[in-house]
């Protein structure tokens, strides 16, 4: 599949729903680099299969069909090694607001079942809808941070 099969919205459309998610990975390490991306229903993983061809990956990689992702990001989270992706999803619920898949190497994926985005930082529990999301060692003190913005927060 081409770039051309990805859904299109007019640009209206898109700042009324204030974008979608694109987070830009080799998950597979084959030297091309991949994409996520996410849109208001079900978010694809798609891998570059090079000549500008892309091949959804998402359930061969071990990845749900999530909706309404936001934000989206590769990052080592858990200092493995490997590339694991967070998805934030524009969520009510706090238990439905974000989705984290570590990476096991070798293309694949599994969803980490002990991750709990309610319990991070100062995380406000009447927080709803999250968005834009960004990670970097902000506090320089060689671990990855995690900045969730919240409509109004």
């Given at each position: 599949m081409g770039l051309d099969a990805l859904p299109v919205h007019l640009r209206w459309e898109a700042i009324r729903r204030g974008g979608y998610a694109l987070a830009l990975c080799d998950y597979?390490?084959?030297g091309f680099v991949d994409m996520y991306v996410g849109t208001g229903k079900e978010g694809v993983l798609l891998r570059n299969e090079g000549n500008v061809r892309f091949e959804d990956a998402t359930?061969?990689?071990g990845l749900e069909a999530d909706k309404l992702v936001k934000s989206a990001v590769f990052a080592d989270f858990d200092n493995d090694g490997t590339s694991d992706l967070l998805l934030v999803k524009f969520e009510y619920s706090s238990d439905r607001q974000a989705v984290l898949y570590g990476g096991l190497g070798g293309g694949k994926f599994r969803k980490a079942s002990n991750f709990d985005f309610a319990r991070l930082g100062n995380y406000d529990r009447h927080a709803r809808y999250p968005m834009p999301m960004a990670v970097g060692d902000f506090n320089r003190d060689s671990l990855l941070d995690l900045y969730?913005?919240?409509p109004g927060k």
């Open positions: 597979d390490q084959d359930a061969e990689a969730v913005g919240f």
